[in-house]
Nanobody
């Protein structure tokens, strides 16, 4: 069983930065894609960013150029660096690990999820 634990959320002013971490008890590289999703109040969960087992990155248009996903294989940890934050980035952020060999922005490709960490951006 894989466990994912997010941390690093909090309250920040618009224009500020936060770095989220996702520590995994299982592999986060190789044949697995790691992704970040978010869910704002009253909205459906949406894709934010992913990094494939081979290191390829992909971002939602809404965060491109502001967010960066990375990983540390030795620590089995994935990060989401969030810069130039906006009030509309306010959400609970979740990390997820894909099914083996899957590379996707769709939730059904992911079978392990963290509990989420709250990010609140004030205007």
């Amino acid at each position: 069983q894989v466990q994912l634990v997010e941390s690093g959320g909090g309250l920040v002013q618009a224009g500020g930065s936060l770095r989220l971490s996702c520590a995994s008890s299982g592999r986060t590289f190789g044949t697995y894609t790691m992704a970040w999703f978010r869910q704002a109040p009253g909205k459906e969960r949406e894709f934010v960013a992913r990094i494939s087992g081979g290191g390829a990155e992909y971002y939602a248009d809404s965060v491109k150029g502001r967010f960066a996903v990375s990983r540390d294989g030795a620590k089995n940890t994935v990060y989401l660096q969030m810069n130039s934050l906006r009030p509309e980035d306010t959400a609970v952020y979740y990390c997820a690990r894909s099914k083996e060999f899957w590379i996707s922005a769709y939730e059904n490709a992911y079978d392990y999820w963290g509990q989420g960490t709250q990010v609140t951006v004030s205007s």
